[in-house]
Nanobody, 116 residues
């Protein structure tokens, strides 16, 4: 089992920045993809950013150049740096791990609200 705990969400003005963190614990070792998803009210959950074991990343088109996914393996933590935030970035953000062995895990989510 793997436990994922997100933090760092909050209220920010348009143009501001936030850094989300996802701390992992439990049986965390193994090749995996880590990702951040988000879900706005009335909308489907969407992939925001992902990173594989080799460090390759991919991003939702609307966040390219503004968001950066990274990891600190020593801290077992994955980050999402979000800059130049827009009102449309408002959503609950979820951390996600998917292992090659087949298991996958979600965090509980953290609310990000972009508003003036």
């Amino acid at each position: 089992q793997v436990q994922l705990v997100e933090s760092g969400g909050g209220l920010v003005q348009p143009g501001g920045s936030l850094r989300l963190s996802c701390a992992a614990s439990g049986s965390i070792f193994g090749r995996r993809v880590v990702a951040w998803y988000r879900q706005a009210p009335g909308k489907q959950r969407e992939l925001v950013a992902g990173m594989n074991s080799g460090g390759s990343t991919n991003y939702l088109d609307s966040v390219k150049g503004r968001f950066t996914i990274s990891s600190d393996n020593a801290k077992n933590t994955v980050y999402l740096q979000m800059n130049s935030l827009k009102v449309e970035d408002t959503a609950v953000y979820y951390c996600y791990y998917k292992y090659e062995r087949g298991s996958d895990y979600w965090g509980q989510g953290t609310q990000v609200t972009v508003s003036s």
